[in-house]
Every structure is written in C-alpha cells, then in structure tokens.
C-alpha cells in the first residue's frame, strides 16, 4: 500500500486490495452512480456495488483523514491478470478484437467516481497523480475505460456528446472498438452546432489527451451510455510527473 498527504485538506491517497477498504469504496460508487444514473445497480448487498472484477483489480482512493474514508476511487485491472483484453469489463459492452492485436501492455480502469462535496482540483489531482505513477510502475502502455453518459433525458444529451466526442477526439483505427449494444439514434443525427457540456470525468480524460475509441455503448442496466476511451500512459505521466518523481526522490 501507498500513500501520500495533500496537505490543503488533509487528503492521502492509496493502493490496495485490501478487502475491507474495497467495501469502503463499492459504497461510495454506490452512493455516487445511484443518485447520478438512478439505478440500483443490481446491487446484491443494499448499498453496495459490487462485481466479480473488483477481486482483480488494485483500487485507487483518495481518503480524507478526518473520516478515514474514500472520498475518491477508481480500480485498476492489468491485462497480465487476465487471459485478455476479451477479459476485461469493457469486453462485456465493446468488442476489443481489433485493440488486442495493438503491440503494447494495457491496463483498465473502471468505477471511478468522486464524492459531489470533492469535486475539486485537488482530488483529481491526487487520483491522477497516484494513478500514473502506478500505470508507470507497472510498465502500461495504454490505459482504456468505460466512460459514462446519463440518459435520463431519453438519450438526447448522450448522442449530441457522442458525436462531437468522434468528430474531434477519434482514436485512430487500430484501437476502434464496435458496442455490442449500439446507443438508441445515433446513427444519422448530425453533429451539434456547438460543443456540448461533457460530464466531468469525460471532460478531465478530454483534456489529459485521452481519445474515444469509436460509438457508445447503451448500458441499460446502469441507465446510460458508456464511451470507450483511450489514453497513452506516457501522456498521462507527463502531466503528472512533477507528482510521483517528487515523491521517488
């Protein structure tokens, strides 16, 4: 395990499989995506969102130490840990065939969220900033994930930033992806006139370089579609290299 203070607000981050602070942060994904999407995740556990790939992956957290609790999390699953990239959660919604003949080590992050009272700068900057020392240790070249679009409107808000999403942040060929279950009219709607809001976590992937890996997936399950993102983990890590190199020395 790992850890690192930011000293504004008394926030650490860490790694770790450690079951109990995984329970932590399935109850704050809980929290975060059933107010967000208003699913019940098919949770088993009230409360809890939980799956078979959370005993696979490291967990990322941001703990506020006044609590002890995760105030951040996402979770990493190392291609090495599965059979592959057909393995990972994403395989579920995207057919991954043509990415997998892509040279290089992948990784995936899924379920990240953040607490609504710490959206902020400093948060994402710890998460990110633990996040690519991490992808650096573990020699990734390519980080993917499931990005989320809320369709409580009926879908409309999701394809007007699906679109603008391929038409100015398109992965190039080899890492094109095709959803298994395409988003209800997409296809032949015309891009918006201006560029849409993007949800936070899209827009911080956006601006980190990351690119979408074609057209979204619809997860009813979860209430939303789910874009397909990609990320060089050399571009992530020199955003945030300042971060971790200080911590190395």
């Not at 080590?105 to 607490?115: D, I, M, N, P, S």
């Amino acid at each position: 395990m790992t850890a690192s203070i930011a000293r504004a607000r008394q926030l650490s981050t860490q790694i770790t499989r450690d079951p109990r602070r995984i329970e932590q942060a399935q109850r704050l994904r809980y929290n975060v995506f059933s107010a967000e999407y208003g699913s019940d995740l098919g949770a088993t556990t009230p409360g809890v969102d939980a799956d078979a790939f959370d005993a696979l992956c490291d967990h990322l957290m941001v703990m506020d130490q006044s609590t002890g609790l995760p105030v951040a999390t996402t979770r990493v699953l190392h291609q090495d840990r599965v059979a592959g990239l057909s393995e990972f959660y994403s395989a579920g919604e995207f057919d991954l065939s043509e990415m997998a003949r892509v040279p290089g080590r992948f990784a995936e992050l899924g379920r990240t969220c953040v607490h609504p009272d710490y959206r902020n700068g400093a948060t994402l900057s710890l998460l990110w900033a633990e996040l690519a020392a991490y992808l650096v240790a573990q020699k990734v070249d390519y980080v993917i994930g499931c990005a989320s679009i809320s369709m409580a409107d009926g879908g409309h808000k999701a394809w007007r930033i699906a679109r603008h999403l391929q038409d100015t942040h398109l992965a190039e060929p080899p890492f094109r992806a095709t959803p298994r279950k395409a988003l209800p009219h997409l296809s032949g709607v015309p891009a918006p006139e201006k560029a849409p809001a993007l949800p936070p976590l899209i827009r911080t992937y956006m601006r980190l370089g990351a690119r979408v890996c074609g057209e979204p997936c619809w997860d009813p399950d979860f209430r939303c579609a789910d874009v397909l993102v990609l990320l060089a983990v050399d571009q992530l890590a020199g955003r945030y290299s300042r971060h971790f190199l200080q911590r190395a020395g």
